[in-house]
């Protein structure tokens, strides 16, 4: 499974700061810093994962705990992104076939169908199948999205708290 952690140079002084203030609008920017960042994992997520039957680009989601991946920021805050899809972890990283296994299925046209039971099929051999690292390509876009978020969120803070 993978898992990030990103850091963010001066957010401990901000966060102790912030903790001394004890204001529910600091639990709502923390909440709205999260889901932000939860919300460009996905869309970079949709950007970067393989289609074939679009069933995983369309699985993608935020806060199912029994997702793939998961976004880790901070030391307490995280949202689950990813993907409940039994297969998704094979395409994220990489596979290699088992060599001599029989696969039930058809092919139509250039594409193989797998099948339960089918009296057809294919027999792997043990082939290399290269991963898109989709996940880890989101998150080092995603890191890049982080302090523009948070540099809009204390902004927006600031000015409730003091304007």
């Known amino acids: 499974m993978a898992r990030r952690v990103i850091e963010q140079s001066g957010l401990k002084e901000w966060q102790r700061w912030?903790?001394?203030?004890?204001?529910?609008?600091?639990?709502n920017t923390q909440s709205r810093i999260i889901r932000t960042a939860g919300l460009r994992a996905l869309e970079h997520l949709d950007d970067l994962t393989p289609v074939r039957t679009g069933r995983l680009k369309g699985s993608m989601s935020m806060g199912s705990q029994g997702n793939v991946?998961?976004?880790?920021?901070?030391?307490?805050?995280?949202?689950?992104?990813?993907?409940?899809?039994?297969?998704?972890?094979?395409?994220?990283?990489?596979?290699t076939q088992k060599a001599g296994q029989f696969v039930p299925g058809y092919w139509k046209g250039h594409t193989f169908h797998y099948k339960p039971n089918h009296d057809?099929?294919?027999?792997?051999?043990?082939?290399?199948i290269p991963?898109?690292?989709?996940?880890?390509?989101?998150?080092?876009?995603?890191?890049?999205?982080?302090?523009?978020?948070?540099d809009y969120e204390f902004r927006r803070m600031y000015q409730k708290l003091f304007s």
């Not at 912030?18 to 639990?27: A, G, K, R």
């Not at 805050?77 to 039994?86: D, E, H, K």
């Not at 998150?139 to 978020?149: A, G, S, V, W, Y």
Request: proline share 2%; net charge negative.
């Open 69 to 95: 991946f998961k976004l880790q920021t901070g030391s307490r805050a995280y949202v689950f992104v990813g993907t409940a899809v039994s297969y998704a972890q094979h395409i994220n990283d990489g596979f």
């Open 18 to 27: 912030l903790v001394s203030l004890q204001n529910s609008e600091i639990e």
């Open 120 to 128: 057809d099929g294919m027999v792997l051999t043990g082939k290399v």
């Open 131 to 150: 991963g898109a690292h989709m996940f880890e390509k989101a998150m080092d876009e995603l890191e890049q999205d982080i302090p523009n978020i948070l």
